[in-house]
């Protein structure tokens, strides 16, 4: 049962330009989301993650916007860079004692110049 | 500080045969956690430990066993390799749970990725 969908799989996006991911999630009881980067080979490390009492959270570039009614999150990258490319995963859990992580299946970033 | 530490990077078995991945972080966390990971499947959680001495099961236990060493060391084993358990794992600690904290950021190590032929 995937908790978590993530679209689009794949995503090309020239320099410059402005990335989106979409994520969905079905567990109400989820109050973290964050979103995670993987670059090849490499274990994947934390972006930005946000709260549901807030509807967008941006840091740099990086921007999540949440909508708790839809129970849908995304993650916009704006004046994406080549050295953004990499696969990124949305994620959702509750808080408290272990907050277990379930992902979404990814999108691979390719940012072209 | 290293961070989490995975070993071995690679590894190679035959069906039937048994191993022990093995796993250490340096940050005091409370929780740590096993993943693997497989194309298109994004990481899905195997078993995970809250504290030292306890552990449970995730989402794809099946086949697999884990130990909590210490508040250090957590170990992950498969008995009787699978060609299904050809994957990627990590090992990952957060925070998570400890008295005053309320950060839920995991920390992930470099992988091990297994081959089962």
């Known amino acids: 049962q995937q908790q978590v969908k993530q679209s689009p799989q794949s995503l090309i996006v020239q320099k410059g330009g402005i990335s989106i991911i979409n994520c969905a999630y079905e567990n109400t009881a989820f109050d973290y989301f964050p979103w995670y980067q993987q670059f090849p080979g490499k274990g994947p490390a934390l972006l930005i993650a946000i709260r549901p009492d807030v509807s967008e959270k941006k840091e740099g570039r990086f921007t999540i916007s949440f909508n708790k009614s839809a129970k849908q999150f995304s993650l916009h990258i704006m004046d994406s860079q080549p050295g953004d490319s990499a696969t990124y995963f949305c994620?959702?859990?509750?808080?408290?004692?272990?907050?277990?992580?379930?992902f979404g299946t990814g999108t691979r970033l390719q940012v072209t110049l | 500080n290293a961070g989490v530490t995975q070993t071995p990077k690679f590894q190679v078995l035959k069906t039937g045969q048994s191993m022990t991945l093995q796993c250490a972080q340096d940050?005091?966390?409370?929780?740590m956690y096993w993943y693997r990971q497989d194309p298109g499947m994004g990481l899905r959680l195997i078993y995970y430990?809250?504290?030292?001495?306890?552990?449970d099961k995730g989402e794809v236990p099946n086949g697999y066993n884990v130990s909590r060493l210490n508040k250090r060391e957590f170990s992950l084993r498969l008995e009787s390799a699978a060609p299904s358990q050809t994957s990627v794992y990590f090992c990952a600690s957060s925070e998570a749970g400890t008295s005053g904290s309320f950060s839920y950021e995991q920390y992930f190590g470099p992988g091990t990725r297994l081959t089962v032929t």
């Open positions: 430990s809250a504290s030292e001495g306890t552990t």
């Open positions: 940050m005091n966390h409370n929780s």
């Open positions: 994620a959702a859990s509750t808080t408290g004692t272990a907050s277990k992580l379930t």
